[in-house]
């Protein structure tokens, strides 16, 4: 993991966030690759990765350069402080700072969805996930498409 994290850091343009109390309580980091890189092994059929691709360089401007939040973890006795939030916040600031859209991948019932919904972001891949008075639900619509074996998969872009 050392070597893995080491070779994220060096990485031109690469960021890594850490929350430390007591310890690392949270981590996120992220880079500049290439669109159709970042959604590429994610998304089995061409058809779809060439439709997202479209969408998501129209975003950036007409780049296919993004800014991919790769990974954000806080320790499960630390959530609900905030710090999933704020990780997500400084991946986003990073790739505005670099004039890029930031991408992130997470499952639609996991904790960064909602994150992502709450700040606005465009969902462009997977189950529609709609913001509701308490919460969040799915629409039943598909954006692009789903994976056939991992269908709660969803792609977020951040504005750049």
């Known amino acids: 993991m050392i070597r893995h994290i080491d070779a994220i850091a060096s990485r031109r343009d690469a960021s890594l966030h850490i929350i430390k109390e007591d310890g690392i309580q949270g981590f996120g980091w992220g880079y500049p690759r290439d669109v159709a ?31 991919g939040a790769e ?18 916040l400084k991946l986003v600031e990073d790739g505005q700072r670099q004039g890029r859209i930031s991408l992130v991948w997470t499952r639609w ?39 056939p074996r991992m269908s709660e998969r969803v792609l977020f872009a951040a504005p750049r």
Do not use: W
Request: charged share 20%.
């Open 71 to 88: 990974e954000v973890g806080v320790r499960p006795e630390f959530r609900g402080r905030g710090a999933g939030k704020f990780l997500i």
């Open 109 to 147: 019932d996991a904790v960064l969805a909602p994150i992502c919904l709450n700040f606005g972001y465009t969902q462009v891949y997977g189950p529609e996930m709609c913001l509701r008075e308490g919460g969040f639900e799915l629409t039943g619509q598909i954006l692009v498409g789903t994976h």
């Open 37 to 67: 890189d970042f959604i590429g092994s994610s998304i089995p059929y061409k058809s779809q990765r060439r439709a997202i691709k479209e969408v998501l360089c129209a975003m950036n401007g007409g780049s296919n350069i993004a800014f």
